[in-house]
């Protein structure tokens, strides 16, 4: 095996994957009710395509818009519409929803048809098959994946780059994916490669998942344009700019995005929901959701129905160990801290995570000017000039200084002595400058 690649910068925190990361998948049994967000992508959101009484099957499509920059939501149960209603989403924002009654019937809609061979299927043909499935990036971004597959004229992609990295603690669903069900993830690279025109394609997989590199390599024999690349264990390895560094030696701009150095990025569960469009027809209803925390009875990896409140998701896992603290939706360093249970499962939930005691400090200190979060930041800025501009409200002069270059990877929070919120006065400026821009538009 060769020496595995990194970047510069970054952190080391505890992984914590033990707990999961030799859990096989489970499917979950589907809920007997489903609120499905209209807005879970990035780009707008869609517009309702039932109303209350409506009977709808499975893979159903449901939500849809016609906006380029979105992505069309589909049923991931047969049953009734109960409500199309407001909702909060696991961000804290209120988007429409449609609650959904599930009839146990598993019914599948007429939609639902396998394609024929991926070699009889156009490059185009593939990009609308994608994106009449609702695919979008299932590492956690969820941009939608037909917008990446269709780069301006003057972009040429050269290489395609798959993220098995999975580098932030606890979360282990890409882990098990890799080892469970690889020729998924081969055929779903394979699809986008065409649909890319590309002829070469990465997989990058940080060492500290042989059993997943094994799997990808043996998965991939076959198939000398694909190659399994071994990372070294380091946050955030999985971010679209570092890993293409890592993986390529390329540098993309400061402010520029992947297809500017020729390069498209997609994550191992968005290329296996390509794999389920193309072969079986089915439209993007589940994902796996790794549940984990010293809080969960039984930490374990699901195959959970888009909708699920985590609630269920929860109890599936054999519910809480003593009195929760604190339940996030997705990683520890990058996920949101849930008020309540009853928000739904999403296309970009990649963990719900139960805490019985705080991971730091409620109450920041005063910065003491070590640098620690400046040697961290992996895109090269001054992460406490960037914050204090926040926090005095001096957005455009942070903007100056590098703002929309951060990856919001939250390294610079996690190496703080003082436990400032760099990361989230950051994210303050980057929502107000996009407001500003917003109503500049509207």
Do not use: W
Request: hydrophobic letters at 40%; charged letters at 20%.
């Amino acid at each position: 095996m060769s020496k595995a690649k990194t970047f510069r910068g970054g952190i080391h925190p505890a992984g914590n994957k033990e707990l999961t990361s030799t859990q096989a998948i489970v499917a979950m049994p589907a809920p007997a009710e489903v609120t499905v967000l209209l807005k879970q992508h990035a780009g707008a959101p869609c517009r309702p395509l039932v109303k209350k009484g409506d009977v709808v099957n499975k893979g159903q499509k449901i939500g849809d818009s016609d906006e380029f920059i979105s992505a069309p939501v589909h049923a991931p149960v047969s049953g009734v519409v109960k409500a199309v209603q407001p909702s909060r989403d696991p961000a804290g924002s209120i988007v429409q929803a449609v609650v959904i009654e599930n009839d146990g019937e598993e019914r599948l809609d007429p939609s639902v048809q396998p394609h024929p061979d991926l070699d009889q299927l156009d490059a185009e043909t593939i990009k609308k098959i994608v994106r009449e499935a609702g695919i979008v990036g299932l590492g956690g971004a969820t941009f939608p994946t037909h917008v990446k597959l269709s780069p301006p004229p003057d972009k040429k992609i050269e290489v395609l780059i798959i993220n098995g990295c999975e580098c932030e603690p606890y979360l282990t669903c890409d882990h098990r994916l890799m080892v469970e069900q690889p020729e998924r993830v081969v055929f779903g690279t394979r699809a986008l490669m065409k649909a890319l025109g590309v002829e070469k394609a990465y997989i990058g997989i940080e060492n500290n998942k042989p059993d997943a590199i094994a799997a990808l390599e043996k998965a991939t024999a076959d198939y000398p344009g694909i190659e399994v690349v071994p990372l070294q264990y380091k946050y955030p390895q999985g971010s679209e700019k570092q890993l293409i560094t890592a993986i390529t030696g390329k540098e993309v701009p400061f402010n520029g995005l992947p297809m500017d150095v020729g390069v498209v990025v997609n994550n191992v569960e968005t290329a296996a929901a390509v794999q389920a469009a193309i072969q079986d027809g089915m439209p993007l209803i589940e994902r796996i959701v790794t549940v984990s925390g010293e809080g969960v009875r039984h930490p374990q990896n699901l195959a959970v129905r888009i909708g699920t409140p985590i609630s269920e998701v929860i109890a599936a896992a054999g519910g809480f160990i003593g009195t929760p603290k604190q339940v996030i939706i997705g990683g520890p360093l990058t996920g949101v801290a849930q008020p309540d249970l009853s928000v739904p499962v999403t296309k970009c939930n990649t963990g719900i995570l139960v805490f019985n005691e705080l991971k730091r400090p409620s109450k920041p200190e005063p910065c003491i000017r070590c640098g620690r979060c400046v040697d961290a930041c992996p895109s090269f800025l001054l992460p406490v000039t960037l914050a204090h501009l926040s926090d005095i409200g001096q957005y455009d002069k942070a903007l100056e200084l590098g703002l929309l270059a951060c990856v919001e990877c939250g390294s610079c929070s996690y190496v703080c002595p003082a436990h400032r919120f760099l990361l989230q006065s950051i994210l303050v400026a980057k929502r107000e400058i996009e407001a500003q821009r917003y109503k500049k538009t509207s």
